[in-house]
């Protein structure tokens, strides 16, 4: 469960963010530490895996290093960093089809193991199914006892680059049913605005 977990947040890097370096070898320590260009650790390991890109590493098993954190984004400067603000991304969840069901909604009737049910026969809000938490393992069978996780949260994504894209990027990249995934409530509010470890 674990290695899907990381295999999937890395997917979503490679897919959903802008290149977060510069199109420079990122190198993968024996320990699994995977060091961009902007690594205060990168001119001195001599011994690594080399990679294409920070998410090709994140992918194959790497993790970033403890020091690198929104302070060493090559993209943006502090000051745009600290700006992040979650309406960047939009006002809530979106209906973009038009079809009554939020990406919310959409969210948990992809993910769910069994037909759900809707709260009225519109079929717009839904209010049970079968979703198996992917950080305990455990089956939620009722919708209010679930938030909807961005797997790359949305600050995480703002302090590297995110920040630069036009609004309906952003928008939609929030509302990215590849990046939406159920889990449980109190889990979610836990983790916050934690990215990949």
């Not at 011994?47 to 090559?74: I, N, T, V």
């Not at 943006?76 to 700006?83: H, K, M, P, R, V």
């Not at 919310?104 to 709260?119: D, G």
């Not at 949260?153 to 990027?169: I, S």
Request: proline share 6%; aromatic share 10%.
């Amino acid at each position: 469960m674990r290695r899907f977990q990381y295999s999937f947040l890395a997917l979503v890097l490679v897919i959903g963010l802008e290149p977060l370096t510069a199109a420079e070898t990122v190198k993968k320590t024996r320990s699994g530490i995977c060091h961009p260009p902007t690594s205060s650790y990168y001119d001195r390991t001599q011994k690594f895996q080399p990679y294409d890109s920070l998410g090709e590493c994140l992918a194959g098993g790497g993790r970033l290093p403890k020091q690198l954190d929104a302070s060493d984004s090559p993209t943006s400067s502090q000051e745009n960093l600290d700006s992040y603000e979650r309406s960047a991304f939009g006002h809530g969840w979106d209906d973009a089809d038009g079809d009554c069901q939020d990406s919310r909604a959409e969210a948990l009737i992809t993910t769910s193991s069994t037909k759900v049910h809707f709260a009225t026969e519109k079929r717009c809000r839904v209010i049970s199914g079968r979703w198996v938490s992917p950080f305990t393992g455990n089956v939620i069978q009722n919708s209010r006892d679930i938030d909807i996780d961005h797997a790359v949260p949305l600050k995480w994504a703002w302090n590297r680059g995110a920040n630069e894209w036009p609004p309906g990027k952003r928008e939609k990249f929030a509302n990215d049913l590849v990046n939406l995934w159920p889990v449980e409530s109190s889990l979610n509010r836990i983790k916050g605005g934690s990215g990949a470890k």
